[in-house]
Structure formats: structure tokens, C-alpha cells
């Protein structure tokens, strides 16, 4: 059983994982949010899950985490073994396999992890700075100025289309990926794979 993280659309051609089923691999694609959508958390958002103890900015994170769930659960009824999954990807899907190494929240969900090109840059902080990275709600606060919204609740009025990063904001990398949050992120993975 294999799960496949990746960077671009699930149904790009480039991935398109033909061999691997010709071999008896049953694989699970899957898209997940990205930029603004997929790693966003303003004081608003913060404050809010405080409120109702819930994990707040790894949106994409949690998108990947929801997907192991339902193979868990699901994955028998395709002829799967919801006991023997992997996990793999490069690039950005790499880095996505690593924060899921060392997350609490999905523990128990894989069994096998394939990080091919794995980078790990220090991962920024949700209200704290980190090793010279702005945390996520000072990038969140500059990012609603852009969108003329001065509050959480003006920004969830915005039509989604406009909260969709252009390319260039995505490379830009303002909403690159994961940050700690003591839920789903406790720490960079390199510290925590050199710790055990």
C-alpha cells in the first residue's frame, strides 16, 4: 500500500504512477491547500483556535493528515493493508513527508516514509521568530493589508479567488509550508530526527 504526497495537482501526467500499479501498488493520490489557503494564521485565527484548543495555519498539513485518516479507515475496501502504508514524494511533497514523520498528529497513520530530495530550511514559528524567519502572524497581518482586510472577519468575506496566490507569490514562498504550531508541528525535523 503506498500513499503518494505531492507538490503539483494529482492528476498531473509527469506523476502519473502507471508502474507502480502495474506492480500491485495501490496508490492514493491527492491535492492538498496551498500558499494563503494552506498555510495562513492571523492573530484572529490564532486567538480563535486557542479558544477551541484546535491546531491553526498547517491547513495543508492537515489536508495530508485527513487523506492518511481515510486510508486507515477506507483503504480494505480497494484491497489495501491499512497496515503497510508508505508515504513518498519530492520537492515540496518531501518536505511534506518530513513534517509527517515527526508529527503527533499522524502517528500511527503510515508505516514507511520516501523523502526524495528532501530540504529542510528551519520552519517558521506561528507568533514567535525563529532563526531569523517572521512568525506566520506577522506574514498573515501583511497579507491581509494587500487584501484591504483589516480583520478576520473581512478577510473571510473576500471572494475565495481572491486569497489564490499568483505564482510569483507562491515562489515568492511567504506561505510556503508548514510552521510550528505545538499541534501539528513541534519542532524543525532535522532537530527532532537528531534527537530520536
Do not use: C
Request: charge should be positive.
Amino acid at each position: 500500500m503506498v500513499v503518494l504526497l505531492q507538490m503539483d495537482g494529482a492528476r498531473d501526467p509527469l506523476y502519473a504512477p502507471i508502474n507502480l500499479i502495474k506492480n500491485g501498488v495501490i496508490v492514493v493520490t491527492f491535492d492538498y491547500r496551498l500558499g494563503s489557503i494552506g498555510f495562513f494564521a492571523s492573530k484572529g485565527l490564532v486567538a480563535e483556535a486557542k479558544a477551541k484548543d484546535e491546531p491553526v495555519g498547517n491547513y495543508g498539513t492537515m489536508d495530508q493528515i485527513a487523506v492518511l485518516k481515510w486510508v486507515k479507515r477506507n483503504i480494505a475496501a480497494f484491497g489495501g493493508n491499512p497496515n503497510n502504508v508508505t508515504i513518498f514524494s519530492e520537492s515540496a511533497g518531501a518536505r511534506s513527508v518530513t513534517w509527517l514523520m515527526v508529527s503527533d498528529a499522524a502517528r500511527g497513520l503510515f508505516h514507511r516514509a520516501i523523502a526524495e530530495s528532501a530540504q529542510q530550511s528551519p520552519i517558521r514559528g506561528v507568533t514567535e521568530k525563529r532563526l531569523g524567519l517572521a512568525p506566520a502572524t506577522e506574514i498573515a497581518q501583511k497579507y491581509m493589508l494587500t487584501l484591504g482586510a483589516k480583520s478576520l472577519k473581512e478577510l473571510r468575506s473576500l471572494p475565495t479567488q481572491k486569497l489564490v496566490l499568483t505564482a510569483a507569490e507562491q515562489k515568492a514562498g511567504e506561505f510556503g509550508g508548514s510552521m510550528i504550531d505545538g499541534q501539528i508541528l513541534n519542532g524543525d525535523p532535522v532537530p527532532l530526527f537528531a534527537s530520536g
